[in-house]
């Protein structure tokens, strides 16, 4: 996995962007199509106190609502802390929007603010399939990204 590369496109295309959609949407097209363990690839907003609301996503069909209490998505929500599960049959509560997901990443997203836009899931259906180098990459490139998002 190349992250410079990957870093360096989605900077240049979302240069001087601020809306949050927008955003998602270009991180999740050009994520997807370049991480060789992603089978779904999608952001979760915060739409409420303590909920979750799909957003932009690559892949099958995604629940369209999660509360902060519940799955890996809640978790990092709730927790303000990124989840790497490496068998998600061995995380209590996981929601399996697609019974072929074996492992899963997902990273709590906050503008300059400090406030939590939302999260980025990503799901194999490899086991182990995401790495601390992963988690720290994508946390690195979605800092600059949403710095200024609104
Ligand atoms: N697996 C996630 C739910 C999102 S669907 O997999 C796209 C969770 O447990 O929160």
Redesign the pocket.
Known sequence: MDYADLAARIEALCHGETDTVALMATVVCELHHSHPFCD?T?FYRVTAPEVLKIGPYQGGH??LV?PFA?????AAARSGRAQLVPDVEAFPG?????SS?RS?L?IPVRNGAGQLLGVL?L?SDTEAAFTETDLAELSAILDRVFRDAV
Do not use: K, L, P, Y
Not at 94 to 98: K, L, M, R, V
């Open positions: 779904w999608g995604g629940c999660i519940r799955g890996v998505c809640g996981h929601i399996a929007c697609s997901t899963e997902v899931d799901d």
